[in-house]
């Protein structure tokens, strides 16, 4: 299953939406909005599952997408 993390705009500021969240994140800031998103999917790979960020404008279009696959542990080599 792959988590979508969206940064949307909101009256005033910026919000961040995922299911893996209680209630949208919101910020002043569109920077640190997407920032929060990046920790919080970085969190969802850590866990091992995918998250995509989704950041949209202003005017409702979306200005990009990105993805974080799941970490995995490499084995060391002796």
Same mark, same amino acid.
């Given at each position: 299953m792959v988590h979508t993390v969206s940064v949307i705009p909101v009256s005033g500021g910026w919000a961040v939406n995922a299911q893996a969240i209680a209630a949208p994140m919101v910020f002043f800031s569109g920077a640190k909005a997407e920032a929060a998103a990046r920790r919080l999917a970085e969190t969802i790979a850590r866990r091992g599952e995918t +998250? #995509?960020?989704r950041i949209f404008l202003r005017d409702g279009s979306m200005a990009g997408r990105f993805a974080c696959a799941p970490m995995? #542990? %490499?084995? %060391? +080599?002796?």
């Open positions: +998250a #995509e960020i995995v #542990e %490499m084995p %060391m +080599a002796s």
